[in-house]
């Protein structure tokens, strides 16, 4: 397992065994076996792993009522994990504790096309929601690099985007309504079935991004869309990311229906023309890929969106029709860093990826800026991200066994995150903060003057986790 150390934290604690006893006496199925206990101790992030005490496999909303209320009455930790894709350390069960699995919550129990939602559990990846949806014509538009392991629950707990963010937003703008365990057993719902809800707090916005720390979703009711006609994407390369951002910012001003504008720097853009089977262009240095909702080839919208790009001479520019080229495209790019993680680990690396977002506004001097700060650093870096959001994502190579390594990689992800900071931007777009970026998050708040907000934020926690048992660690310390 690269990129994760050997170091595991006692396994039981105190009180540990009783517990996992009166969880199995509650009918609850729980392992505190090898195997299970490593699989739950890490996620996808380099963060050093932590073994639970145990690991619970609820088979519906009322077990996991049950072991968050037998845990909350006997001051044991809980941490739900769901796929495990986290980048950030937010679901390893820092504290030990028990480990939740939601594998078996994994139904998609209503499909309301007259109405406009799903309702499904949050097990459910995306991948397989949108092939159910599919059927109907319409999709969830929530879309994750990895929605095939990505799921419902986990996209709510860090506010997912994705490669369709720039037309559709984030995760939260999609979340209806959520079944929401709290810390006591209780079992709330904090919206509606409706698109139109206004009624005082909007507690299920709070509940997208909160990292699994005010409660553990067991039930989700999301909005959905009709798929948009056209499905070409454009593909463009040039030889500066000074004329990249450009072109994205005359797309944008001139207001054109962007579902998608991704880019990639040199050392991406190798690893996507490799997936296409295909060559680099001559002079290529980074690479545009854009789709827009239009109705075909020959539309106005997409003639005047193949002139602005052309506009802006990129060193060669293609728009892709055919179905399988598009799927192989979107394959491609959707597998960029896992496939980049992969030829790492043969080389006996792993990699750390960042996120940050900028106003797009400021994409070309935070690019620029983040560029020579990699430069300075002598590290290996692979640069691509969701450019029409101002989403960046640095692919920084390590060693894992390089400690020193290690803080280098560290301390270049705090310089990229300030670097974000001075172009009016945040520290995590995406991702969240997990146990990463809590610092970053002290930065941003006291550079906006906002510090106030994280006490805020610790006193939301308490009002709905008393005992602080829910994911303890992540997002800030208390």
């Not at 050997?6 to 969880?23: D, E, H, P, Q, R």
Request: proline residues 4%.
């Amino acid at each position: 397992m690269p990129g994760k150390t050997n170091i595991y934290s006692n396994a039981y604690g105190k009180g540990g065994k009783g517990i996992v006893n009166m969880l199995k006496d509650a009918g609850i199925e729980i392992s505190d076996q090898g195997k299970a206990i490593l699989s739950f101790s890490h996620d996808m992030s380099y963060i050093t792993p932590v073994k639970p005490v145990a690991v619970a496999f609820p088979k519906n909303k009322e077990q996991v009522a049950t072991i968050l209320r037998i845990c909350n009455k006997n001051r044991m930790k809980v941490t739900a994990v769901g796929g495990g894709s986290s980048l950030t350390g937010s679901s390893i069960p820092l504290k030990g504790g028990i480990a939740i699995s939601m594998e078996r919550l994994n139904r998609i129990i209503e499909i309301n096309i007259e109405d406009g939602y799903a309702r499904a559990e949050p097990n459910v990846t995306i991948e397989e929601l949108n092939r159910k949806l599919e059927r109907y014509g319409y999709f969830y538009p929530p879309d994750p690099a990895s929605a095939h392991m990505a799921t419902i629950g986990g996209s709510i707990s860090t506010n997912a985007g994705g490669l369709k963010a720039l037309m559709y937003g984030s995760t939260k703008h999609w979340v209806l309504d959520t079944e929401l365990a709290l810390a006591s057993g209780e079992i709330i719902r904090t919206g509606s079935s409706t698109l139109k809800l206004s009624r005082g707090y909007d507690l299920t916005a709070l509940v997208c991004g909160s990292e699994g720390t005010l409660g553990i979703v067991t039930q989700a009711t999301l909005k959905i869309a009709k798929k948009p006609e056209s499905s070409g994407i454009m593909i463009s390369y040039f030889s500066s990311i000074k004329d990249l951002a450009e072109t994205v910012g005359e797309l944008k001003k001139r207001g054109m229906p962007l579902i998608m504008a991704e880019f990639m720097d040199h050392a991406s853009l190798l690893e996507f023309t490799h997936a296409r089977k295909q060559m680099a262009p001559k002079y290529a240095n980074y690479v545009l890929l854009t789709s827009v909702s239009s109705t075909g080839k020959n539309d106005a919208i997409t003639k005047l969106c193949v002139k602005i790009i052309k506009k802006h001479k990129p060193v060669k520019h293609e728009y892709i029709r055919k179905n399988k080229e598009i799927t192989r495209i979107y394959s491609a790019r959707r597998e960029l860093h896992e496939k980049m993680v992969e030829e790492a680990h043969m080389e006996g690396k792993d990699i750390v990826i960042g996120d940050v977002i900028v106003p797009p506004s400021r994409l070309a001097p935070a690019l620029l800026e983040i560029g020579r700060e990699i430069k300075s650093s002598g590290q290996r870096v692979a640069l691509f991200g969701h450019i029409g959001d101002g989403n960046i994502h640095s692919n920084i190579y390590f060693t894992p066994i390089d400690k020193k390594g290690i803080k280098e990689v560290m301390k270049l992800q705090e310089r990229i995150g300030r670097i974000a900071l001075r172009n009016k931007g945040s520290v995590s777009a995406e991702h969240g903060i997990g146990l990463e970026k809590k610092n970053l998050l002290i930065e941003e708040l006291k550079s906006k003057d906002s510090e106030r907000i994280l006490q805020l934020m610790k006193e939301i926690k308490k009002a709905f986790d008393p005992n602080g048992i829910l994911n303890p660690g992540k997002i800030f310390d208390i």
